[in-house]
């Protein structure tokens, strides 16, 4: 009886022992590297593509860990260095890139803004003579993202006042193209203004 005992804990214990064998054998390892997932690009080494060498600049692509450039475009690093090839670049706004002769290029919350008004003041400046109060008038010139005539609005000789107005929305359109990237709302605390002669000069007073 005894040996029997002994004889089927035995056989239960090989039992545990081979299940236990099994399950190892059958459970899933620790997980490796995912062989599927996509490998990422290096961000530092991502390219700047354009158009022909252009500066029509496009998206670059990453696939499984490189860069490339989309077709119709091309690497800046392989466009040609030579004086009469354009590089790649950022398209500069016009904005940042108006002059005008005589003006400093100088910025003022907006690119160029100073310029600009430096502009503008010199053509009015050619229209401002005067002898009394009636010979001046204040010019109607849409700033848009300049803010420039209104406050103070532009006061010229009423002879004057066609060729600036002409003149003035030429310099605000090349300024401020069709999107401009920055606009000045040219506001102030003055309601209202009027025109005054002032040693010969036509000015904007506060009444």
Not at 41 to 53: D, L
Request: glycine share 6%; net charge negative.
């Amino acid at each position: 009886m005894r040996k029997l005992t002994v004889l089927l804990l035995w056989a239960v214990w090989l039992g545990c022992s081979s299940g236990g064998a099994d399950s190892r054998e059958g459970a899933p390892q620790d997980a490796g590297p995912d062989d599927t997932t996509a490998a990422e690009c290096v961000a530092s080494e991502m390219p700047t593509c354009c158009r022909e060498c252009s500066d029509i600049l496009m998206q670059p692509v990453c696939t499984d860990g490189s860069w490339s450039c989309p077709a119709g475009s091309t690497d800046e690093r392989q466009c040609p260095s030579s004086p009469d090839q354009l590089a790649c670049s950022p398209p500069i706004h016009p904005q940042a890139r108006y002059t005008y002769p005589g003006c400093a290029n100088e910025d003022y919350h907006c690119p160029r803004l100073k310029t600009v008004y430096c502009a503008l003041d010199s053509l009015r400046s050619e229209h401002t003579a005067c002898e009394q109060d009636d010979d001046c008038v204040a010019a109607t010139v849409n700033g848009r993202c300049t803010g420039y005539g209104t406050c103070p609005p532009a006061m010229v000789n009423a002879a004057g006042r066609a060729d600036f107005e002409t003149r003035a929305s030429a310099e605000v359109s090349r300024y401020c193209t069709e999107s401009p990237i920055c606009t000045s709302s040219g506001s102030c605390a003055f309601p209202s203004f009027v025109p005054r002669c002032r040693q010969g000069q036509c000015v904007a007073e506060v009444p």
